[in-house]
Nanobody, 122 residues
Framework: VQLVESGGGLVQAGGSLRLSCAAS????????MGWFRQAPGKEREFVAA???????LYADSVKGRFTISRDYAKNTVYLQMNSLKAEDTAVYLC?????????????????WGQGTQVTVSS
């Protein structure tokens, strides 16, 4: 399984970005898909996940601002990020879980994309 992220960039605080994660095969119905982020010098952090019939799970830090969704026909997962803050600056990575449940630990995901940089200027 290959995962390819896109959509990152530089945005001012309060702005929006939409990240995409294209998968190389149809995999969404059997596995949870997640977004993580990693800032320099920090550990990889859970952001959001989507699973089952589009149930979602979010980190408290992004709840109400970020929305995860998926398009089965395009094998693509999205992360809509609104009201961005400087502390959202990080490399954002898409990942496929080992199973159907959206666990928040990075070790529970076994396929990763290369990441896309998001920089929010204050």
């Amino acid at each position: 399984v290959q995962l390819v992220e896109s959509g990152g960039g530089l945005v001012q605080a309060g702005g929006s970005l939409r990240l995409s994660c294209a998968a190389s095969e149809r995999t969404f119905s059997r596995y949870a898909m997640g977004w993580f982020r990693q800032a320099p010098g920090k550990e990889r952090e859970f952001v959001a996940a989507i699973y089952w019939s589009d149930s979602t799970l979010y980190a408290d830090s992004v709840k109400g601002r970020f929305t995860i969704s998926r398009d089965y026909a395009k094998n693509t997962v999205y992360l809509q990020m609104n009201s961005l803050k400087a502390e959202d600056t990080a490399v954002y990575l898409c990942a496929r879980a080992r199973g159907v449940m959206p666990l928040i630990g990075p070790n529970e995901y076994n396929y990763w994309g290369q990441g896309t940089q998001v920089t929010v200027s204050s």
